[in-house]
């Protein structure tokens, strides 16, 4: 694994920040799949080469890549899987998730036993 890797959750805007170094180290992918892994008390940023049906796959929009230093990516059915596996994250309030980049499947896991509260 590499170094710490962090994302963060907004449950009043449904949304997820990933900072773009993250990005660059999963191999500057087009698609990311979003997932939850409740028995490894843990969630997933996965590359994929394009999106599928009925998932969490996210086009990332090169556009949206060129300004600010982390992409946002809005996904209510994501923050409701997240919520039911972490029953500590409340309505309205952001969190933080750290983790790590695993460079062989292209895959950034971040552990839910991290997760901090970021707002007051």
Same mark, same amino acid.
């Given at each position: 694994?590499?170094?710490?890797?962090?994302?963060?959750?907004?449950?009043?805007?449904?949304?997820?920040?990933?900072?773009?170094?993250l990005?660059?180290?999963l191999?500057?992918?087009? +698609?990311?799949?979003?997932?939850? *892994?409740?028995?490894?008390?843990? !969630?997933?940023?996965?590359t !994929?080469?394009?999106?599928?049906?009925?998932?969490?796959?996210?086009?990332?929009?090169?556009?949206r890549? *060129?300004?600010?230093?982390?992409?946002?990516?809005?996904?209510?059915?994501?923050? +409701?899987?997240?919520?039911?596996?972490?029953?500590?994250?409340?309505?309205? +309030?952001?969190?933080?998730?750290?983790?790590?980049v695993?460079?062989? !499947?292209?895959?950034? !896991?971040?552990?839910?036993k991290?997760?901090?509260?970021i707002?007051?």
């Amino acid at each position: 694994m590499n170094e710490e890797v962090t994302m963060a959750v907004d449950t009043k805007k449904y949304g997820i920040r990933i900072h773009k170094a993250l990005f660059r180290q999963l191999g500057e992918p087009r +698609h990311i799949q979003l997932l939850v *892994n409740p028995m490894a008390g843990a !969630v997933a940023i996965q590359t !994929v080469e394009k999106e599928t049906s009925g998932g969490q796959t996210h086009r990332i929009k090169e556009k949206r890549m *060129n300004s600010e230093r982390s992409y946002e990516i809005y996904s209510r059915s994501f923050i +409701h899987k997240l919520r039911e596996v972490a029953p500590d994250i409340e309505d309205g +309030h952001a969190y933080r998730l750290s983790g790590a980049v695993i460079p062989a !499947v292209k895959t950034a !896991v971040f552990y839910l036993k991290t997760l901090q509260r970021i707002d007051n």
